[in-house]
């Protein structure tokens, strides 16, 4: 498992389309990182994941000195982030993209948080500018206090350049509530309209849901189990839950 402090180290050491597990914590930008950009996944594509499935453990931090996160060139093979918050991101001189900047890539986002990242130089996208991107999906991710308030800023949200984005709400071990329309601006391409901010809240262990609903309605019977924002699944076979909620794989 990656500590937060080595994620960039840990992608630059990884091969493509590895996956790299993530232990809770709190990145936050310094002057020694690239100058733009607090993490930069840069040609090659990976999956990036928090350990904690609730959303709100894996922090980015920019402190509003850097962009968040810039995906760069995936030699149009999918890049995945599960999981995470990007926070504060502000990309300064470099004007475009305060919470993740996408350039020829394929990304997946799944339950992550942009908020309070900004483009304050004349830039675009606040939350997300998508530049050349071929295709981007977002699965129950949550949008607030975004801005871009340059001068003929576009996109507090989303700037979306060309390519294809979809948005869908929250997926199977999750509680969604459906917050207010993403402040998008589209060039070129499409994207969901409309497109909504999701709040996915993680089910208690032993519930589950499926994707989409509003309530973790599904309680694990006997034989099955499921951890934080899990399907339920059949109990390992040298193994049973002799109650229904489990939480975990049962016992011998």
């Known amino acids: ?23 809770p914590g709190t990145l936050t930008a310094s002057p020694e990182n690239d100058s733009n950009n607090f993490l930069l996944f840069e040609d090659k594509p990976i999956s990036v994941e928090c350990s904690d499935r609730s959303g709100s ?34 990309p300064l001189s470099t004007a475009s993209g305060g919470g993740i900047y996408l350039y020829l890539a ?10 309070d990242n900004a483009v304050s130089n004349s830039g675009d996208g606040g939350g997300i500018l ?3 991107t071929n295709t981007m999906t977002m699965v129950g991710c949550k949008f607030s206090g975004n801005s871009a308030t340059g001068s003929g800023s576009d996109g507090p949200d989303i700037y ?21 329309d993403l402040d998008n601006y589209k060039n070129e391409g499409t994207i969901t309209d409309p497109a909504y901010s999701f709040a996915c809240a993680i089910c208690d262990a032993g519930k589950s849901s499926t994707a989409g609903a509003t309530s973790c309605s599904i309680t694990c019977p006997s034989g099955q189990f499921a951890s934080g924002g899990m399907p339920c699944t059949a109990c390992a076979a040298s193994k049973y839950s002799s109650a229904e909620g489990a939480g975990s794989g049962g016992v011998q």
């Open 1 to 23: 498992m990656v500590a937060p402090a080595g994620l960039q180290r840990a992608f630059d050491n990884a091969n493509s389309e590895d996956d790299l597990l993530v232990a």
């Open 57 to 90: 453990a894996c922090i980015i931090d920019g402190q509003s000195v850097r962009r968040a996160l810039s995906i760069d060139n995936t030699l149009w093979k999918l890049t995945t982030l599960s999981y995470f918050t990007l926070q504060n991101g502000d």
């Open 106 to 115: 394929i990304v997946r986002l799944v339950v992550v948080t942009l908020k």
């Open 130 to 132: 998508a530049y050349s």
């Open 160 to 180: 979306w350049d060309s390519g294809t984005a979809t948005v869908s709400g929250c997926p199977v071990g999750y509680a969604q509530t459906q917050e207010s």
